[in-house]
C-alpha cells in the first residue's frame, strides 16, 4: 500500500543511520567491558570504539553544525552581523572537533597510555585528529571520482 503524499517517514527510518551506528558504538563499547584489551577479540573492541565513535561524531555534526565550504556538512545559511559569530557559525563543525578533541586530549595526558582504557582514548584522539584534518583539506582539496 503505497505511502500518501502528507504522510512522513517513522522518525526510526529518517534517523536510522544514526541510531545503528550508536548501538554498534554501545556493542563495542559493551565488548570491551567484558573483554578486556588481553584478547585478540577485545582489542578490536577498543579499536572499535575509536573508529564508530568518530562515525557517530560525523554523522550527527553534519546533521548538526555546518562548515563553509564543506560539500559533506550541512549547508551554512545567513549571516551574522558580528564577525567573530559569523566565524564560529561558518566553521562550527571543525570547531567542535578541535575544543572535543582537545577534551579528550586532556583526558589521554591524565591516563596510562597502557592501561585499559588508555589505549582506546589514545586511539579516540587519533580518530579526532583525522576528522579534523578531514573536513579541513576537504574544504580546498578534491579527488577524482569523488562525489564532489
Excluded at 561558518?90 to 578541535?98: D, M, T
Excluded at 582514548?121 to 579541513?136: K, T
Amino acid at each position: 500500500m503505497p505511502r500518501s503524499k502528507k504522510q512522513q517517514p517513522a522518525w526510526l527510518i529518517k534517523h536510522s543511520l544514526t541510531v545503528v551506528a550508536i548501538t554498534l558504538l554501545l556493542v563495542w563499547i559493551a565488548g570491551y567491558i567484558i573483554l578486556g584489551p588481553r584478547s585478540h577479540l577485545g582489542a578490536f573492541f577498543g579499536n572499535a570504539i575509536a573508529d564508530w565513535s568518530g562515525s557517530v561524531v560525523i554523522i550527527l555534526g553534519t546533521k548538526v553544525f555546518y562548515e563553509v565550504g564543506s560539500d559533506e556538512s550541512k549547508p551554512v545559511r545567513g549571516h551574522k552581523r558580528n564577525p567573530i559569530h559569523e566565524f564560529v557559525h561558518e566553521h562550527s563543525l571543525l570547531l567542535f572537533i578541535i575544543i572535543t578533541g582537545l577534551g579528550w586530549t586532556a583526558l589521554y595526558l591524565h591516563m596510562s597510555p597502557d592501561g585499559k582504557w588508555g589505549q582506546v582514548v589514545g586511539n579516540i584522539v587519533s580518530e579526532w585528529g583525522q576528522m579534523a584534518g578531514l573536513v579541513f583539506l576537504t574544504k580546498r582539496l578534491v579527488e577524482i571520482g569523488s562525489k564532489e
